[in-house]
């Protein structure tokens, strides 16, 4: 009888939006306006880099606002990469997300040992400190930025200079994120990282060691924010210190506040929404950013768990 019943208003608006996202190529080209598939690519490919930073944020309490270092870093080096002439998606991908991991790995066993404002600030000082790597390295650039002119190549007649072929990639791995998360949030590991969200001490007295749980969790949320890097490279065949700057971060967490904190897929709506506004907003002014800080506090007053929030109580994983 209960797979007869009706799905709940979370999984309808979830199938929507992916189903949105899945045909979106075919309703630009029936209203002839491509730059519609654009815009969905980008939210998608921000979408995957607020659910990496849900994982540790909201199922694990933990505020970084250095996040967006790891999307610049699997950016920078795709296009480093490509800068040497070394194009194929063998090399460069995993080759992100290993840089990725072990950045993520020492970042986070230096910060993980603070709490609170302590933890914010240095892992934004720890961002900042790549940045301005990035912005001195005049080999790849500076603060111009780095031109990627070859986007990777997947070879097996997978040509990303396909838009259709590079768009169902970011699909894809979206629905690859969102899979992945939902089952590791639901796994003994998640459960532990949301127990130490509640009570650490707890945990520790069950005998969990907790830094070693909160430290996966930040290596694999950095692995995955990497791979976010190395979509947007592509489909923007360029990356810039922009990437790496604090401010990335904070858009992030703007889009996991927006769309609910710790629930699955509150994030993708978070950047749904934040990327609907901005298009919108941007017609009418340039300095449309500071619309965005009123609306937040909006949100955190009346709607404190986001648009996730509106579609009523969710089940353990989200």
Known sequence: MSALLPASPRAWFAAV??????????????IDEPYYMDIFARMMIWAIAAVSLNLILGYGGMISFGHALYLGLGGYTVGICSYYGIDSALVQW????????????????????????????????????????????EEYGSDDGLVIYTRSELGGGFDLNEPLHLYYTIFGCLLLALYFTRRLVASRFGMVVRGVQSNETRMETLGFATLRYRLAAFVIAGVMCAAAGVLSANVEKFVSPDALHWTRSGELIFMVVLGGMGSLFGPVAGALAF??????LSRFTEH??????????LVILFARSGIDGLFGARDDAG
């Open 17 to 30: 939006v992916l189903a949105l996202c899945a045909a979106m190529p075919v309703i630009a080209g029936a």
């Open 94 to 137: 995993p080759l992100a997300l290993v840089i990725a991991a072990l950045v993520a790995l020492a970042f986070g066993a230096i910060s993980l040992r603070t709490r609170g404002v302590y933890f914010i600030m240095i892992t934004m000082a720890l961002a900042q400190m790549v940045y301005f790597l990035a912005v001195s390295a």
């Open 275 to 280: 990327w609907l506004l901005a298009e919108v």
């Open 288 to 297: 449309w950013h500071l619309v965005f800080g009123p609306f937040l506090l």
